[in-house]
């Protein structure tokens, strides 16, 4: 009995370990990719793209928002898809970074490439599927390039859930048709760092944490998104 009081005492004793975790560091620069998936949208509109953010998304961005304004680093750029519901996500981040201005892209627009999943590529399908991954392919190579400069840069990717999905399998060097495999939360964050060598690591994947149980949504099977 004495021992084990002995033993909680000196636990006690320890200095606290960091409340905050690190992204791991190299002796070389690195670029790290923030790719957030927008917020919930509204699904029942006439054409996919101008679906914008509804309360709930809105209320998710501020989250990541949040997320992000906390994280100590020095984001170095902010990017969104042109689509309506991804660039309303990032214009809710943009003010936490007023040093940044949005940079909308097209080549990280929802698509639906191809998969493994049968009874969904039988569908009809918005799009060819093909066209969808040489789009992304040229994104991935233009996002995943090693930093530039004598610093770590830091940017932010605020694009779709296929679109992250996909880049994971490229950053995992895994069958790219196995994207669907994965599911992601609205404004949840995935970390991937690329290297001086162009190698890539997924440090985390569709991070949700930042938003309450009661306000975390997925895309729904029918809709891919």
Not at 16 to 29: N, R
Not at 87 to 111: G, H, K, Q, Y
Request: with cysteine; net charge negative; charged share 25%.
């Amino acid at each position: 009995m004495r021992l084990t009081s002995l033993f909680l005492l000196l636990a006690l004793c320890l200095p606290a370990a960091p409340t905050h975790a690190v992204l791991p560091t190299y002796d070389e620069p690195v670029r790290n990719l923030y790719l957030i998936r927008h917020g919930e949208y509204e699904h029942d509109v006439d054409t996919a793209d101008e679906g914008g953010l509804v309360l709930l998304g809105r209320q998710q961005a501020r989250l990541i928002a949040a997320r992000l304004d906390a994280m100590p680093v020095d984001f170095t750029a902010l990017r969104a898809s042109t689509m309506t519901r991804a660039r309303e996500t990032a214009e809710i981040i943009a003010p936490r970074f007023p040093e940044l201005e949005i940079d909308l892209r097209d080549d990280i627009r929802e698509c639906t490439p191809t998969t493994r999943r049968r009874d969904i590529m039988e569908r009809q399908l918005p799009g060819d599927p093909e066209a969808c991954e040489a789009t992304l392919a040229a994104a991935w190579e233009r996002l995943a390039v090693p930093a530039t400069g004598d610093a770590d840069e830091h940017e932010v990717v605020v694009c779709h859930g296929n679109v992250i999905r996909w880049f994971v399998c490229q950053a995992l060097q895994v069958d790219p048709q196995a994207w669907l495999g994965m599911s992601i939360a609205n404004c949840s964050l995935t970390i991937i760092q690329i290297r001086r060598d162009g190698s890539a690591k997924v440090i985390c994947f569709a991070d949700s944490g930042h938003i309450p149980y009661g306000m975390t949504t997925y895309p729904g099977t029918p809709a891919l998104d």
